[in-house]
């Protein structure tokens, strides 16, 4: 066990300080840390496409893929090592995280390499932002439950239906798209998965606005989309294995950064807020409750150490990963709800002037609804451990071995 | 960066798993639960001939010099056995003590017995139910002789030193007493696991040899220290009660399915993995930050502290649940593991001192 880096990885992290000193400006300690993808002003997004093209024109695009690719070929330790540094400096706010998280290594896997020629130079060079369209308003944990429909017409295929809480749409080139091909099989087996541009007639956008007023997902509706055949990935009806591809990515993805935030800054808070005339730190209850977050915190981040250092060994990303979702969402409810209450009346305020550490923890609070249920909701998550990490029986299912168009949808009527 | 034991390390725990299936399987445990014998001997002594207790002693005093991740690993197989000997008091405390504070002579008197085994050593704190707290400690010492009751002390029945906490001229520190002298007495306590045992011990004059250095800070370090060794027989201890919790509730058919089937279940034994990991996870970091001497380890023991109590408790009480009737009796081994969690959660101080000693360490 060793925690400090390797005479490579120190060498790959003095490269690292020395490209970002050059190119970005350092945080301060009040500069915010940027936004995950909410706000999609122009301004935003152009500072967003910038940043990466310039770190794409300089070989810090995507480290971790393959060179081939316009990788690096980093090893997750060094990913590490340059979001740490990275972190450091001032960046925009991450406008890419679907399309570099799931869609690239999607393509990646399944397409021909003139689909990987045609779309992977301009993902990793930030140049075309890509999303997901595979929820829809009947098919959301029940993916595989999805209705919209894309039938064969010469050399092209015609999508029809709608796709909701697309993440990013309005702002994109391109999407990753599961349809419906075959509705007389069950319905794993009729879907297939094509990459769409997000400019084609017949596609419309409508943002919908978040529970914070933000709008960062939206409806996607299709009226006879005509999608050319080489958009296609993989084999027509094996759409599901493709799209699992994409959903273990996303785990992945989503799953390692939780454990960053060590929620020490709870231990802050507490001594800057009064509680009955003293700090609120130097009250016991106050003090377990942070411990035990904290606590939490740490078992995360040292738990995403561990994980990485077997991802370096060559062992593949387990569902495991489902883990830092999971308990770090809640957690990170849990301490944002703590420290309103700690703030009294002023708790819910959400006026950045007046609410102390400027309304951050009212913030949290307002979007970490939606990271629970975004890319899998604990019950779903818990699913995952309990099926696949710890072997438990799946769930009964009333759909097994029944054509998809035989599915009950609703109640009887 | 690498975040895992060695292959030689992850060897050494195999070889001790392997002994301790064959050797102590939960019967052995339920034995001394149920019989007269205070602790399972030829365990101990099987032990001590594969250099455990002597785990990070030098060799030059008998000890096997493994190193503490490698002790570590060994607590982990200890936990999972529920072995029933003293091993945490007298490995992770008082072994320590004296490696850490003891002078030459102090070394060369009890390192080669405790790491031979031929002599076992404890921990004597607290005095009284409540927090266990530097406060209240009354016992002192006064020209070598020490006066004063500690109640409870985990095996003191059957220790033969003890390294007990007492002030001396209004200071703290740590004694070296040997317990087989003069102005000793014992009394065994019923111990909420009989599998290990514990007494109230009363000094009366008693011969007591100061650890230099083994001030207030001092016994902060030693605490940080037992709490990680001992984090780590907990978790192995919760992995094994979760395991076992598993295996029941697969082959347990209620409703014409087995009872791990239902989402109710299936989702709070997701949540008992996670707090597992988590609890691991924490330990092992508090290893690497011990077994280097890492700023770290003051945080990172309260942390892995913490976490390993409440993971083998929750454990344990969703063991029982899960066992349904069954779980609630005797017979069953889920009570085994009931008692040994709070038995562990309750010595070197409960997560609610911990909890606040994290913070005081944070601010
Ligand atoms: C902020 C945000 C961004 C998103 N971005 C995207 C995106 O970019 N692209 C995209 O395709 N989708 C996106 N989604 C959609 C997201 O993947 C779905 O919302 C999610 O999978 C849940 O589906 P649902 O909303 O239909 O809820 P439902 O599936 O209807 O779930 C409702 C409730 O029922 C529970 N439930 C459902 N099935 C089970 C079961 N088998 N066992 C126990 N409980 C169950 C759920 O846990 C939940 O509590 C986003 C969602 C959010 C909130």
């Known amino acids: 066990m060793d925690f400090n880096d390797t005479p490579e990885e120190a060498a790959f992290r003095a490269e690292a300080r020395t490209w970002l000193e050059a190119n970005a400006e350092l945080r301060g300690p009040d500069d915010d840390a940027p936004i995950m993808g909410e706000n999609l002003s122009d301004e935003n997004v152009a500072a967003a496409q910038a940043w990466q093209k310039k770190k794409a024109d300089a070989g810090w695009a995507c480290i971790t893929w393959p060179k081939e690719y316009g990788g690096r070929g980093a090893t997750p330790m060094e990913n590490v090592i340059w979001n740490e540094e990275q972190a450091r400096f001032k960046t925009p706010g991450d406008i890419f995280s679907i399309g570099i998280g799931m869609c690239g290594p999607t393509v990646m896997a399944h397409g021909t390499p003139e689909q990987q020629a045609r779309w992977i130079p301009k993902l990793l060079s930030g140049e075309e932002v890509w999303c997901q369209l595979f929820s829809e308003p009947s098919a959301g944990s029940d993916l595989a439950g999805l209705r919209t429909t894309a039938v064969k017409d010469g050399d092209e295929w015609v999508v029809n239906g709608q796709k909701i809480w697309t993440s990013g749409a309005q702002i994109c080139e391109w999407g990753i798209l599961v349809v419906r091909t075959d509705p007389t099989v069950v319905k794993h087996a009729g879907l297939s998965y094509f990459v769409v541009n997000m400019k084609s007639p017949g596609i419309e956008i409508r943002p919908i606005t978040q529970i914070n007023k933000a709008q960062g997902f939206n409806e996607v509706f299709f009226t006879d989309v005509r999608i050319p055949d080489d958009q296609r990935l993989s084999e027509v009806g094996n759409g599901w294995s493709v799209a699992l591809t994409t959903l273990m990515n996303e785990r992945q993805s989503i799953g390692s950064g939780m454990g960053v935030g060590s929620l020490e800054d709870l231990v802050e808070f507490a001594e800057g807020i009064e509680l009955d005339g003293k700090p609120a730190i130097e009250d016991t209850a106050v003090r377990e409750r942070i411990a035990d977050y904290v606590t939490k915190a740490r078992g995360l981040k040292n738990t995403s150490l561990r994980t990485l250092t077997a991802l370096s060994k060559g062992l593949p990303p387990g569902p495991e990963a489902s883990m830092g979702k999971l308990v770090g969402a809640v957690l990170q409810q849990e301490a944002a709800s703590f420290a309103m209450d700690l703030a009294g009346a002023s708790g819910a305020l959400l006026d950045d002037e007046v609410t102390p550490d400027g309304a951050a923890w009212q913030e949290r609070y307002l979007s970490l609804p939606g990271l629970r249920i975004a890319g899998g909701t604990d019950e779903i998550l818990r699913n995952i451990i309990a099926e696949r990490v710890m072997g438990l029986p799946s769930d009964a299912r009333a759909d097994k071995g029944v054509a998809f168009k035989d599915i009950p949808t609703g109640p009887p009527q | ?363």
Request: aromatic share 10%.
């Open chain 2, 1 to 363: 960066m690498n975040f895992d034991f060695s292959d030689e390390q992850k060897l050494l725990q195999q070889t001790a798993r392997d002994y301790l299936e064959a050797n102590s399987p939960l019967t052995t445990c339920r034995e001394i639960l149920e019989g007269d014998q205070p602790y399972a001997t030829d365990l101990w002594k099987g032990a001590a001939e594969m250099g455990w207790q002597g785990a990070v002693v030098p060799e030059q005093y008998g000890g096997a010099e493994f190193g503490y991740l490698e002790l570590a690993m060994i607590a982990f197989e200890v936990g999972r056995a529920l072995a029933p000997i003293p091993f945490g008091p007298s490995v992770y405390v008082a072994t320590e003590a004296i490696l850490r504070f003891g002078s030459d002579a102090q070394k060369g008197a009890w390192l080669p017995k405790l790491a031979d085994g031929s002599a076992i050593g404890t921990f004597a704190f607290t005095e009284k139910p409540g927090q266990n707290a530097v406060a209240g400690i009354e016992a002192s010492v006064s020209g070598g002789a020490l006066s004063g009751t500690k109640l409870p002390v985990a095996d003191g029945d059957v220790a033969n030193v003890a390294i007990v906490a007492a002030t001396e001229g209004g200071a703290l520190g740590l004694y070296v007493v040997d317990l087989d002298g003069a102005g000793v007495t014992r009394e065994g306590l019923d111990s909420f696991d009989m599998s290990r045992t514990q007494a109230k011990l009363a000094f009366d004059g008693a011969a007591a040899e100061k650890l230099a250095g083994a001030d207030e800070a001092g016994i902060a370090k030693l605490l940080d220290v037992a709490a990680v060794l001992q984090a780590f027989e907990q978790v192995g201890a919760a992995e094994r009660a979760l395991e076992i919790t598993r295996e029941f509730i697969l082959g347990r058919y209620a409703f014409g399915k087995p009872i791990a089937a239902n989402q109710a279940i299936k989702h709070r034994m997701a949540d008992l993995w996670c707090k597992v990991e988590l609890a691991r996870s924490n330990a092992y970091y508090a290893a690497w930050a011990l077994s280097t001497d890492d700023p770290e380890l003051a945080t990172a023991a309260a942390i892995a502290r913490i976490s390993a109590c409440e993971a083998f408790e929750d454990t344990t009480v969703e063991m029982i649940e899960f066992h349904g009737g069954v779980g609630y009796t005797w017979e069953y081994d889920c009570h085994l593991f009931y008692r040994r969690a709070k038995l562990l959660s309750s010595q070197l101080g409960t997560p609610k001192y911990w909890k606040n000693l994290l913070i005081d360490r944070l601010v």
